[in-house]
DNA sequence: ATGAAAGCGCTAACAC
DNA sequence: GTGTTAGCGCTTTCAT
């Protein structure tokens, strides 16, 4: 079977390629072609199986109805429900999605980039690992819409959308310290990472505005894993100046500190109290289902498709701006009043 | 910035689109072009940030170097990794891959098999909902390369790839009979689900290989959910001929049946025992890390890479096959001996 | 050692 | 009411 153009409609029908054109474009009335023309063309593309060929429309128009997704990690429920919403959205656009995982490696975000432009996408939604504008620019240069995710990067002027991390955070720890918890301990990702620094931020202003000081051994830095998350709970628990709270900086690190917890023969929140950063189906599925602070995922994916969708209007020189996000205080059952 | 094609190259340094391509793409030996003209094409085209156009490479040579992936569920661990072990493997030979997410609805997941074709696709992985090959054929009629998985579809004769449901769900069900339990229940999936019948199968064969006899009730198909998990455990739990060990058909109804367990007042394994379909990171960070059946999700997608790759080929004319993979049993902490 | 020309499939400006 | 033509950016055959 071989593959009908619109000159195989064409030729068949007797009619030149703009017709068939029009008419399968539904067009053909502004153009006033007779019914009969029109009924011919669009039942030989039925039986020929003609599907419009894209990358000729792209070629011809400079729009390819497609937006790159760099992620980090398609893994990490936060990107997976981020790319469903993006997906969901742009769909219904009729535009799809290119979906990239750099795996946090900076050579394949910088290959993702260049993928894509070479690609012609009308718009990037990007969550990126580096900081530095050197290889990002050439994304603007181009006048590619772009939106970023999850990350300021200094100096660079670019439509971000963000979340308030420290108020998230403030709230977060609010919270345990209402219910008499004093021994609070932050366990975050790496120290470099600039929404851990604001969460961090945010967990410092609670305790301040409580009168409380800082403990430096009650926080720990270190990075976004389950294993960091067991770790710092485990010798935090076993050490003689044991914490009756914690703070998890992010659903991996959440997940590990509640498995240390357990594993010294702990329980949440009977004896120990916990409250984590993202919201994610397995929350809600532990023996004690987790307080946690929630991104609004959908709100940001339907943000960066808007943002974008907005930009390919090149008419549109509004500047570029940042959306600040608020968190959602989600509570459940992992933390409980002392005194 | 205006953007630098071929033509402006050429321009610029005085020579025919055509030495500009043959440089850029590495051929200028063997067309004996200068060092000199070479040199000079090169460093312009970085100095105009040259980057190829894939549109309209895609055109001329009619292949767009773009995988579609349709999944029903990106959110799934499952589907999530296998997209992640797929865009890597495509990443290394130089492919993208559009995703498609359908929700598990029907109609979406034809209109992306549409849109997929009109983008000329090299090839499409698809892991379908539908049972029909009515809207699937099509797909083989334009000849594009196509890895079915996770899923046969009744007389569509494809490149399949699956996994031994039955032989897996033996071994489970088996290793629950090695350890003294006789009132095991099966906590499956949809009824109409060729996998679920599959792995209900293998759990008949082992009980009936060790002489145990079907109890009904103990048998409770429905969906792939948290929530029918969570029912079925804790109905059968609280029920006056309580079961000492389940069977959970894949990842959603194991967190399910956990939670449902737990919260009728038991403990895994000292109270009852459980085994999974799926390995998924939460199940090693459970209160009790759980025993499960394992597909092998990297293998998997490999190997459907491998196919369509190989199918591109055109003089490939090998007959389609079905590549069926073994599961691995993962031995951890959900189950214990009784007597 | 390099250029000219054709053509991939499509749309749109212009023609009649 | 419909056709002609040009051109999007690229590769490739055939010339020279």
Chains 1, 2 share one sequence.
Not at 85 to 93: D, R
Not at 294 to 299: A, G, I, K, V, Y
Request: hydrophobic residues 40%; proline residues 3%; glycine residues 6%.
């Amino acid at each position: 079977m071989t593959i009908a153009t619109l000159q195989t409609i064409a030729n068949i029908v007797k009619v030149s390629r703009s017709t068939v054109s029009r008419v399968l474009n539904n067009k053909w009335e502004d153009f006033g072609i007779s019914q009969a023309t029109a009924d011919k063309i669009i039942s030989k593309a039925k039986d020929l199986h003609y599907i419009k060929n894209e990358a000729a429309l792209s070629l011809r128009v400079k729009k390819t109805f497609t937006i790159g997704v760099i992620v980090k990690d398609i893994t990490d429920p936060f990107y997976s429900q981020l790319v469903k919403f993006v997906e969901s959205a742009l769909y219904t656009k009729g535009y799809n999605i290119i979906i990239c995982n750099t795996g946090y490696d900076l050579d394949k975000e910088n290959g993702h980039i260049n993928i894509l432009l070479s690609r012609w996408v009308d718009g990037i939604i990007l969550s990126p690992i580096q900081k530095s504008i050197e290889n990002i620019s050439i994304i603007k240069d181009r006048n590619v819409p772009l939106a970023l995710f999850d990350c300021k990067i200094d100096k660079f002027e670019a439509d971000y959308i963000l979340v308030d991390n420290k108020a998230g955070t403030m709230e977060a720890v609010n919270h345990l310290i209402s219910q008499g918890h004093k021994k609070i301990v932050y366990i975050g990702g790496n120290s470099s990472d600039l929404n851990n620094r604001l969460r961090y931020a945010g967990y410092k202003k609670a305790l301040s505005k409580a009168s409380l000081s800082i403990t430096e051994h009650y926080v720990i830095h270190g990075s976004y894993t389950f294993k960091h998350g067991y770790e710092a709970a485990t010798e935090l628990l076993r050490s003689n100046d044991a914490p009756t709270a914690f703070f998890a900086a992010n659903n991996r690190i959440v997940l590990g500190a509640c498995k240390g917890i357990m594993d010294c023969g702990l329980q949440i929140p009977e004896d120990v109290s916990i409250v984590g950063f993202d919201d994610f189906e397995t929350a809600t599925m532990l023996p004690s289902p987790l307080t946690v602070i929630r991104q609004p995922l959908r709100d940001m994916a339907l943000n960066a498709v808007d943002i974008l969708l907005s930009r390919m209007d090149k008419t549109n020189n509004t500047p570029c701006m940042t959306r600040m996000l608020k968190t959602e205080f989600i509570l459940r059952n992992s933390t409980r009043k002392i005194n």
